[in-house]
């Protein structure tokens, strides 16, 4: 947290507030009198200290003209600077995690456009069949996030130009099995003993369902 006054640099930290400037501007401020400054009788060459109202006050040169006052935090103060902090960094990550989910969902838009792209043709000529159709879908996706084709910002790697290349004609191929109708699902046993898990499948796939 910093910001400008007076011809001052001020910024609040963990152990107070600092104050950057001039002599001239620090004295003005109220933050140090000239007899406190390193250099003058009493004073370090570099760093002087000394306690103003209970608290410690360190002025320290960085330049021929340009000195620090830190003003040491109260107790009360300190809690205050806590309380502060805490509510900044919350809000900072709450747009940290506002700003994944928009990528995320523009990432999840752009791979359902790409499934849609691959698909159309495929089910123009085949027309739909429920859950390979589904299935498909699902599939593509998933290549497209797990080769982070769509350079998602939340995926913390990529591959080169080529192997995405060629996870793309897998897709591709996928679609061609589709199209073909060679994508066709098997129950399993357990799904093959619930009836009602079987009118459902008929349904979906364009099949009348048998009471």
């Given at each position: ?9 001020v ?9 950057s ?38 002025v ?13 935090w ?26 994944q989910?928009?990528?995320?969902e523009?990432v ?29 879908e ?28 060629l ?7 996928l ?22 898990f ?10 009348q369902?048998?009471?």
């Amino acid at each position: 947290m910093a910001d400008t006054r007076a011809g001052l640099e001020v910024e609040e930290f963990h152990l107070g507030r600092r104050y950057s400037g001039s002599p001239s501007a620090l004295i003005a401020a109220g933050v140090a009198a000239a007899e406190q400054f390193p250099g003058q009788p009493g004073c370090g060459k570099t760093s002087t200290v000394f306690a103003v109202g209970g608290r410690k006050v360190r002025v320290t040169r960085r330049g021929p003209q340009l000195f620090d006052v830190v003003v040491r935090w109260t107790k009360e103060e300190r809690s205050a600077y806590d309380a502060r902090q805490a509510k900044y960094l919350a809000a900072r990550e709450q747009e940290r995690a506002a700003e994944q989910a928009r990528a995320a969902e523009e990432v999840s838009r752009r791979a359902a456009e790409i499934c849609a792209d691959l698909l159309r043709e495929a089910l123009a000529e085949s027309g739909p069949r429920g859950v390979a159709e589904a299935s498909l879908e699902a599939g593509i996706c998933s290549l497209i996030r797990a080769f982070n084709m769509l350079s998602a910002p939340d995926v913390p790697y990529t591959f080169d130009a080529a192997t995405v290349e060629l996870a793309k004609e897998h897709c591709q191929a996928l679609c061609a099995l589709f199209k073909d109708g060679k994508l066709l699902p098997q129950l399993g046993a357990l799904a093959q003993s619930d009836g009602a898990f079987q009118r459902f499948m008929k349904t979906a796939s364009g099949q009348q369902a048998k009471p």
